[in-house]
């Protein structure tokens, strides 16, 4: 396998390694605010190389707060919006739903002008019923897609009792602004809350651990970045994830184990951590509106499946970092999946198991989570090459290529 800025042979290798997995990024950008906000020094261990972690950490450096490597893990020193820095500052906040969506809510509780210039399809993703809700904390904020996206100047009138988010799009909204506002006596309340759930209660247990003083985090296993090596064993191989020893229900993506295993997957916690192995699978029924994330790559495991396997509630994944909803659609018909789907409900049948082929040739869009699983179709068909956008597994699983091969 051959690697480049842009594209990526991937040849039909068997798959059976022992291998790690990156932390993960979800408890990362949240921790980091709650730390900007603590009194107190906060260290915070194990921190994944995601491009969305680097992204957060350089804003809050630029906003004043300081932050230092160490031998101890990363080491948040001081506090925000004490620390916050004279200047007005222009922010290049990249393509992260977490990383701008958690860090704008902050920014509100400084005095100065911000300029937060993202990139790519984050300048297009939903953001009006975040900026809605600060603007009736009493911030400034002005919203130009096509100029220079946002400008935000605080501070939020801590006055106010409560504040209404909208949660249909994403429940990211309420999360930054509860991370944001989670030292103050402002009360949260969530409109239309029925998506991602699970990534809201990870949100709440974080915020009720920093409640108390906290001197050390350490930062656990990504189990979105897990579901690609379980997912390739399972379909052709096997693999032993050393650094996973148990399940984390706080992430909603370690659904993806119990569904691995109910397709019949064998999935075994041993001493040296969590073995998967190829067994013949089955097809599945499932919802999947409240682990999204992991949603493109249980349908690349259906496509192998026996029988028609039926995944339900998709609407949440078209205001990701692409339309996922109309990508896998693309990526089912390229590779050769029998599928059918319903346009109007957001569901997908998907009938298996799909051929072996060979030299196939694939243009994901700019976004990670399609860049991996065009690579776990190709290596499963036969080989090929994606041809572009293969950079962009950096968001959240920096060495994936390096792993997996």
Not at 73 to 81: E, H, I, T, Y
Not at 270 to 298: V, Y
């Amino acid at each position: 396998m051959t690697l480049d800025p842009s594209t990526f042979k991937v040849d039909s290798l068997e798959f059976s390694k022992e291998i790690e997995v990156p932390s993960s990024k979800s408890y990362a950008n949240r921790v980091l605010v709650l730390a900007a906000l603590a009194p107190q020094e906060v260290i915070i261990e194990n921190l994944p190389l995601s491009t969305d972690v680097l992204t957060m950490i350089d804003c809050l450096k630029q906003i004043g707060l300081q932050i230092e490597e160490s031998d101890r893990g990363l080491v948040v020193k001081n506090s925000f919006p004490a620390c916050e820095l004279k200047a007005n500052t222009i922010l290049k906040t990249k393509d992260g739903g977490t990383t701008n969506r958690f860090l704008i809510p902050l920014l509100a509780r400084g005095k100065r002008q911000y300029q937060i210039e993202p990139e790519g399809h984050m300048r297009e993703r939903p953001m009006e019923a975040l900026l809605d809700a600060i603007s009736e904390l009493g911030v400034f904020v002005e919203f130009k897609k096509r100029d220079s996206w946002l400008k935000i100047k605080g501070p939020i009138n801590e006055e106010v009792k409560s504040v209404e988010i909208d949660c249909s799009q994403t429940t990211q909204f309420l999360t930054g602004l509860s991370l944001a506002l989670s030292n103050t006596n402002i009360q949260v309340i969530p409109k239309n809350l029925s998506v991602s759930l699970p990534y809201w209660e990870l949100t709440k247990s974080l915020i009720d651990l920093f409640q108390k003083p906290i001197a050390k985090f350490f930062n656990p296993v990504d189990f979105s970045s897990l579901s690609y090596p379980l997912a390739l064993a399972a379909v052709t191989g096997d693999c032993l994830v050393t650094n996973c020893h148990e399940q984390d229900k706080n992430q909603a993506d370690s659904k993806f184990i119990e569904l691995l295993s109910s397709m019949g997957a064998r999935l075994d916690w041993k001493e040296n951590g969590l073995l998967c192995k190829r067994e013949t699978l089955k097809a599945i029924d499932f919802d999947g509106s409240q682990c999204p994330d992991i949603i493109p790559t249980l349908l690349y495991v259906c496509a192998f499946a026996e029988g028609t396997s039926t995944i339900t509630n998709l609407e949440v994944l078209t205001h990701k970092e692409c339309d996922r909803f109309v990508e896998m659609i693309k990526m089912l018909d390229v590779f050769g999946v029998k599928h059918k789907v319903d346009y109007k409900n957001y569901s997908i049948k998907i009938t298996g198991p799909t051929s072996f082929t060979s030299d196939m040739f694939y243009l994901p869009p700019a976004d990670h989570r399609m860049v991996m699983v065009a690579y776990l179709f190709l290596r499963t068909l036969g080989g090929g090459e994606i041809l572009g956008n293969t950079e962009h597994v950096r968001k959240s699983f920096a060495n994936f290529y390096e792993v997996m091969g």
